[in-house]
């Protein structure tokens, strides 16, 4: 895509605030006749790409080149114009500015800047001015005991700074807000877990989860993103850590809440009560990341494994299956996706 042009740079102005973000902005079902773009990051350079995809068959790609060489959590603040991500060679987090007035392939400094606090860092989720990372390494030396880590920083100005750091009993990777509760994958397993009113941890503490589940169907996790307004939560299946061609697959769970809510902690969801789409025509294989898109139905995947990584898109998502992407775009080694309107 080339640089926005005026018209859009004015709609963008006009857009209505969304304050609570991970992987998608879209919570409204009348934001149909509003343009539709993704944010990509990659840990093969650590470029920002964005794509235009307002119609999946006419899709446009603009690439910004960053001075990190692996990036992974990425977000939009359509607000101001500001693209965000989590950089995995500098270890911090890194804004953007006026990303719509910037032509396609060249450079863009780091305008909103953070300390050098992170090992691992992952996906990343917003609320408000505080932007939470999930960090997968591990923390105290000992494979055989999964911890993690979320980093919670508040953003002030031109500034990221370190409010504190919740250690997980469990190791992460995705993580998505819905109104103050967080929502994480726990990797290498086929677990969800809840942290209710997360924000409230304000001190540096070992804290637990409050709930977790198993989401039957899925081998091992690692993407999540969760539309409030439609009350759809979406979760990518990496299955073999060892097979990242064609295993992987995605889970569609709608009326999330009252299933997440009326299964019991440490129970089982069913395989019954989700929507999965997987198989040799999908062209997953390790699916790392998703966004969705509620007004068209349309689940979006960073697939950073099948063909040397991908960014693919699915619609006609309801009855599941082997279902060939309607986007098929590569993006060397893709670690996270953002979706936004305006």
């Not at 018209?7 to 963008?12: D, E, G, P, Q, R």
């Not at 039957?216 to 990242?244: C, F, K, P, Q």
């Not at 299964?263 to 929507?275: C, D, E, K, M």
């Not at 040397?308 to 082997?322: H, T």
């Given at each position: 895509m080339?640089?926005?042009n005026l018209?859009k740079s004015?709609?963008f102005?006009?857009?209505?605030?969304?304050?609570?973000?991970s992987?998608?902005?879209d919570?409204d079902d009348?934001?149909?006749?509003?343009?539709?773009?993704?944010?990509a990051?990659?840990?093969?350079?650590?470029?920002?790409t964005f794509y235009?995809?307002?119609?999946?068959?006419?899709?446009?790609?603009t690439?910004?080149?960053?001075?990190s060489?692996a990036?992974?959590?990425?977000y939009?603040d359509?607000?101001n114009?500001?693209?965000?991500q989590?950089?995995r060679?500098n270890f911090s987090?890194e804004?953007?500015s006026?990303?719509?007035?910037s032509?396609?392939?060249t450079?863009i400094s780091v305008?909103?800047?953070?300390?050098?606090d992170?090992?691992s860092?992952?996906?990343l989720?917003?609320?408000?001015?505080?932007?939470?990372?999930?960090?997968n390494?591990?923390?105290d030396g000992?494979?055989?005991?999964?911890?993690?880590?979320?980093?919670?920083?508040?953003?002030s100005?031109?500034?990221?700074?370190?409010?504190?750091?919740?250690?997980?009993?469990?190791?992460?990777?995705?993580?998505t807000?819905d109104g103050?509760?967080?929502?994480?994958?726990?990797?290498?397993?086929n677990q969800?877990?809840i942290y209710?009113?997360f924000?409230s941890?304000?001190t540096?503490a070992?804290?637990s989860?409050?709930?977790?589940?198993?989401?039957?169907?899925?081998?091992r996790t690692?993407?999540l993103?969760?539309?409030?307004m439609?009350?759809?939560?979406?979760?990518?299946d990496?299955?073999a850590?060892t097979?990242?061609q064609?295993?992987g697959?995605?889970?569609?769970i709608?009326?999330?809440?009252?299933?997440?809510?009326?299964?019991?902690?440490?129970?089982?969801?069913?395989l019954s009560?989700?929507?999965?789409?997987?198989?040799?025509?999908?062209?997953?294989?390790?699916?790392?990341?998703?966004?969705?898109?509620?007004?068209?139905?349309?689940?979006?995947?960073?697939?950073?494994?099948?063909?040397?990584?991908?960014i693919?898109?699915f619609?006609?998502?309801?009855?599941?299956?082997?279902l060939?992407p309607?986007?098929?775009?590569d993006l060397a080694?893709?670690s996270?996706v953002?979706?936004?309107?305006?």
């Amino acid at each position: 895509m080339k640089t926005l042009n005026l018209i859009k740079s004015v709609a963008f102005l006009m857009s209505l605030s969304i304050t609570l973000a991970s992987c998608s902005d879209d919570n409204d079902d009348n934001q149909k006749n509003l343009s539709t773009y993704l944010y990509a990051s990659n840990n093969s350079n650590g470029n920002i790409t964005f794509y235009d995809v307002t119609n999946t068959n006419s899709v446009t790609s603009t690439t910004l080149l960053t001075t990190s060489t692996a990036a992974d959590g990425i977000y939009y603040d359509k607000n101001n114009d500001v693209a965000v991500q989590a950089s995995r060679s500098n270890f911090s987090l890194e804004g953007f500015s006026n990303i719509s007035l910037s032509t396609g392939g060249t450079s863009i400094s780091v305008g909103i800047s953070g300390s050098a606090d992170m090992a691992s860092p992952r996906e990343l989720a917003v609320s408000g001015d505080f932007y939470v990372v999930a960090d997968n390494a591990d923390v105290d030396g000992d494979t055989n005991t999964p911890d993690g880590k979320l980093f919670i920083y508040s953003k002030s100005g031109n500034n990221f700074t370190l409010r504190n750091v919740i250690t997980t009993d469990f190791k992460l990777w995705g993580i998505t807000f819905d109104g103050n509760d967080l929502y994480a994958v726990v990797d290498a397993t086929n677990q969800l877990a809840i942290y209710t009113n997360f924000l409230s941890n304000t001190t540096n503490a070992t804290v637990s989860a409050s709930k977790k589940i198993a989401v039957e169907g899925i081998v091992r996790t690692h993407g999540l993103t969760y539309d409030a307004m439609s009350d759809v939560m979406v979760m990518t299946d990496i299955a073999a850590a060892t097979n990242a061609q064609d295993d992987g697959g995605f889970h569609i769970i709608e009326n999330f809440t009252s299933k997440f809510n009326n299964t019991a902690n440490g129970g089982t969801l069913a395989l019954s009560q989700q929507i999965r789409v997987a198989g040799s025509a999908t062209l997953l294989g390790n699916p790392v990341d998703v966004a969705y898109d509620s007004a068209t139905k349309t689940v979006f995947i960073a697939e950073a494994g099948n063909g040397g990584g991908r960014i693919l898109a699915f619609n006609n998502i309801g009855s599941g299956g082997n279902l060939a992407p309607v986007m098929n775009s590569d993006l060397a080694a893709a670690s996270s996706v953002f979706l936004a309107k305006y």
